[in-house]
């Protein structure tokens, strides 16, 4: 383990997906026994970079050294043999399993099983890399850090020598997290490579030794983390001040307010005011995980808020929602577009049906021939591919599929517009076409618009609120320049007042 | 009742719950895996006339029994290429073998209708069998009947203690994680399957060759699916399965000793016996219970990409 000799290093890796230049030119190193902090936006090409490192995919062009000799990755059991091991979001465990048979899971030392030695060696392992554990009990019964650190044992066990950790903390607490970060310096600390992808700054800036900023797929800046004198400028490299993405949009005439939030709390909300008016786009943005999924289930009726006053289109939030017809003024894009704003196996006529029942249907019986037309006429107009209204939804690409949930929902002429992180995975000409649309849509309706994309938000609001642990730190209009200079640390958790 | 017919009641009991016992502890094993197997009942069917005709045919009940398992190995390979390979729908499967074993049984056992072939005969076994009470109950018994003591408690040791089966736990509860892990999921599942069956034929080949010694349709009538039902009983677990698989036998006892002695009570009321106790056992015991136990990933075929 000579400290001249990288554990990994990455040359000139390229990965380009359709349209999509994921990884452009990358070339990183990865040292043992020292913590490497990959930051960048979402999109920016991190999480590919490491699918890579992986085995997932193979890179168009350049190569991976390990230990200085080139290895071809080419399956996740080529990069398990050459030591690489990775804690993914969502964790490959067999819940009904305890921790030890989970960790010796495919890794049994012979045919027949001691629990009790099985367990004692991973109580063995877990205390010397500081993780606390019961080696006994049903990986189901645990909390998310817990499996977390079931994850962790496995790569252990498995000796893996570069540990990657796709944000790691976004299913912890605080205080797991806490845990975490002594365990990964433990792990560094006994010559263990360590890359730890994220987006939030103060972990990166208080755990790691060395910072690689990713934007747009490229590397745009890579610096010991010593060098690094604030969150603020840790921001500023991050999100950059690149020239955005121009759509024209013209100032509307504000009109009857669409959504009124007071004080509302949730799980996560904290004490939440908010309005929205017709003509208006208000893009709330943050870090994912800092409340904006209760947010957008508080106002599309999924969940109800524990304490504080909403009114949807002018009505009390348990008055709209519990009224049949409810559906007519509000429209909801998902962020999930394939799991909740279409049936996956089901045509375009049906899925145009599934939110737009009112007006095709005569008694009991469903009028398919209008459906059908008017269907055939809003994929034309949308410019669907393909313009079969036949297909199903799943034969559709991302792009066209977010078209398609937007021809339909824009066609039931919605008042209030929830869109949640409409553009996210589109390619650049489909994020255009989006955008436009929505801006459209100002005509009848108030938009609140959730989003991670800073630019996004910059590009389609009139007003931008921050939000961060639940809270609303700040609103403000989209051409106060001074603020949004500041939107990075206000994501941060900083606060819009304190001096920087 | 006497001393003297109790004890022979719970000595039929435990001979009657014998084949269910074999049955329920196969489809434990299959389910296991992750692989829903309703042919139980068809499998039992075919693995109880290819071990008849065998012990015809040779003289040797022991070769007719281990016929017997292969025979019901060979349905469920039948569900193995549907269900495994072409990953088609496993209730659809099960249910088709269950028809397609009872037609196959029927349709070459007809000839053989009404004969008798060698079989297990009862033998006391030594010291046991002379323990008061519990000894003849369960020690004056055939060797099959002792061979299926040894079986819940190995099968509890084998999903415990060795490799193959904690894989094969882990292929019925997460085939994801399974793979990640390296192995391979549908050997494991190929395994229990193929296994399962096994136990079954057993369960089957029982009734022909210890149970009626000779040969008549319908020989099963039905305790397929009570195995099936006995499985969810037993929570998965080979000990339950044991209480639950003797239950049943002695209700089946019970009626048949109530028929000879000629009650008031119309016979076919007495013959649904088993089959409400199936209903009222399945109904109290998701009653009772807090979470499903069942396999997390039963039912549900493995795609390639995953």
């Not at chain 1, 730890?196 to 972990?203: A, Q």
């Not at chain 1, 786009?281 to 969940?303: H, I, R, S, T, Y």
């Not at chain 1, 459209?440 to 961060?468: H, K, P």
């Not at chain 2, 003289?59 to 292969?70: C, E, N, Q, R, W």
Request: contains cysteine; glycine residues 10%; charged residues 20%.
């Amino acid at each position: 383990m000579s400290a001249s000799v990288p554990a990994v290093s990455l040359r000139g890796i390229t990965k380009v997906f359709g349209a999509v230049r994921a990884n452009n030119d990358i070339s990183l190193d990865i040292h043992a026994g020292r913590i490497k902090a990959l930051l960048g936006e979402n999109g920016a090409g991190k999480s590919t970079l490491m699918s890579i490192l992986a085995g997932h995919y193979l890179p168009d062009s350049g190569e991976i050294l390990i230990d200085g000799r080139p290895r071809s990755l080419r399956t996740t059991k080529d990069a398990i043999r050459a030591g690489i091991g990775m804690v993914y979001q969502h964790f490959m465990l067999v819940e009904a399993m305890t921790v030890a048979e989970n960790v010796f899971l495919g890794q049994e030392p012979g045919f027949f099983l001691s629990p009790r030695a099985m367990r004692e060696q991973v109580r063995t392992l877990a205390q010397g890399f500081g993780l606390d554990i019961d080696p006994a009990a049903r990986v189901a019964d645990l909390s998310m850090g817990e499996k977390q650190r079931v994850e962790i044992l496995k790569l252990l066990q498995r000796k893996s020598r570069i540990l990657i950790f796709d944000e790691p903390t976004a299913v912890l607490t605080p205080q797991e997290a806490e845990q975490l970060f002594a365990a990964l310096r433990s792990m560094a600390a006994q010559g263990k490579a360590i890359v730890y992808i994220s987006h939030k700054l103060g972990e990166v800036m208080a755990l790691a030794d060395e910072i690689a900023i990713l934007r747009r797929g490229e590397v745009v800046d890579e610096l010991p983390a010593a060098e690094v004198h604030s969150q603020s400028d840790l921001a500023r490299r991050m999100v950059g001040r690149e020239v955005l993405l121009e759509v024209r949009r013209e100032p509307m005439e504000l009109r009857q307010n669409v959504l009124r939030l007071q004080d509302v709390r949730t799980e996560t909300l904290k004490d939440v005011c908010l309005s929205l008016r017709q003509g208006e786009v208000l893009a709330v943005v943050g870090v994912a995980g800092n409340g904006q999924k209760d947010l957008v289930e508080v106002v599309c009726g999924l969940k109800e808020p524990k304490k504080g006053e909403i009114s949807v289109l002018g009505k009390t939030w348990q008055a709209f929602f519990s009224a049949p017809a409810w559906q007519g003024g509000l429209s909801y894009i998902p962020e999930d577009r394939m799991g909740l704003a279409v049936c996956r196996g089901m045509d375009l006529v049906d899925n145009f049906l599934l939110t737009t029942r009112q007006g095709y249907s005569s008694s009991v019986w469903l009028q398919r021939d209008k459906a059908r037309t008017v269907a055939q006429e809003l994929v034309r107009q949308f410019k669907v591919q393909p313009p079969d209204v036949t297909c199903q939804a799943r034969q559709l690409s991302g792009g066209n599929l977010q078209k398609l949930v937007l021809a339909r929902e824009f066609h039931r002429r919605p008042r209030l517009i929830v869109a949640e992180q409409p553009t996210q995975g589109l390619d650049v000409s489909a994020i255009e076409e989006v955008w436009t649309t929505l801006l459209a849509a100002r005509e009848e309706a108030g938009i609140l618009l959730v989003t991670g994309d800073l630019s996004e938000a910059l590009a389609l609001a009139d007003r931008i609120a921050v939000m961060y642990g639940g809270a609303i730190v700040d609103t403000f209009p989209t051409g106060d320049r001074e603020r949004v200079d500041r939107i990075g640390q206000m994501m941060a958790g900083m606060r819009p007042d304190a001096d920087h | 009742m006497t001393p003297e017919i109790l004890l022979a009641l719970l000595a039929a009991t435990v001979q009657a719950g014998t084949p269910i016992l074999y049955a329920t502890l196969g489809e434990i094993l299959t389910e296991k895996g992750g692989i829903l197997n309703l042919g139980v009942e068809g499998m039992m069917l075919v693995g109880a006339l290819i071990g008849f005709l065998t012990a015809l045919h040779t003289g040797s009940p022991v070769l007719a029994f281990v016929a017997g398992g292969l025979g019901g190995a060979c349905m469920a390979a039948l569900h193995g290429i549907v269900c495994i390979w072409f990953m088609g729908n496993q209730v659809v499967s099960g249910l088709a073998l269950t028809i397609f074993g009872t037609g196959l049984a029927g349709f070459f056992g007809t000839p053989y209708i009404g004969r008798t072939a060698p079989g297990f005969d009862k033998f006391s076994l030594p010291l046991l069998g002379d323990i008061p009470v519990l000894g003849t109950i369960f020690f004056q018994q055939d060797a099959l009947v002792y061979f299926s003591f040894l079986i819940p408690p190995l099968l509890w040791a084998f999903f415990r203690y060795t490799r193959w089966g904690m894989a094969i736990r882990a292929a019925g509860e997460c085939p994801a994680a399974t793979r990640a892990a390296g192995l391979n999921v549908l050997a494991y599942r190929w395994g229990a399957l193929l296994g399962g069956g096994v136990l079954v034929g057993f369960g089957g080949s029982y009734l022909s060759l210890a149970y009626t010694h000779l040969w008549t349709n319908g020989l099963t009538s039905g305790r397929g699916w009570i195995a099936v039902a006995l499985v969810i009983f037993a929570f998965w677990k080979p000990s339950r399965a044991m209480i639950g698989a003797y239950l049943f036998g002695g209700i089946m006892a019970f009626q048949l000793r109530l028929q000879a002695m000629g009650t008031a009570l119309p016979s076919s009321i007495l013959l649904m016996l088993p089959y409400i106790l199936t209903i009222a056992a399945l109904a109290f015991s998701s009653w009772r219970s807090e979470r499903t136990h069942a396999p997390a990933a039963l039912g549900v075929n493995m795609e390639p990409s995953e």
